[in-house]
């Protein structure tokens, strides 16, 4: 099983780690090799913010780490869950909210992301003024994090 986690500065992309999972001889490989599935992400929420007269929300290098880091361990996991949003989200916030999926592309993720009034909700808040995206991909599967904050 291959993962990769995809960050929005590719500068300082990297190869993170090789993790054995299962004892057995399974590895799965993390690296940023492309930002685009992550910009996608982005793209999408800040989109779906225009379409419906909300400001764009600025992205944040503290919530994008924390997101990328998130995806890479859902994708090594092989499911989605939600992290623990105290932790490694900065302490520069007064709200938060965080929407994880796993689906067949990023595209598709969005659009069960919109299809659903909590997750919707986040994206179109109009409280938020900050976020970060992370995807990773294992076995064709695109994990996807967005945090929100203001």
Partial sequence: MGVRAVRHRPGVARLAAIILLLGGATFVVMSCLSNSEAVESAALINSE???SGLG???QDPTLTAKAEAWAVKMAAAGRAS????????GSNWTKIAENVGRAGSVAEMHRLFMNSAEHRTAILNSGFTRFGT???VADGKYF???VFVK
């Fill in 134 to 136: 992370g995807v990773a």
């Fill in 144 to 146: 996807v994090v967005q």
């Fill in 82 to 89: 939600h992290s623990d949003l105290s932790q490694d989200s």
């Fill in 49 to 51: 913010r225009g379409s």
């Fill in 56 to 58: 764009l929300l600025a």
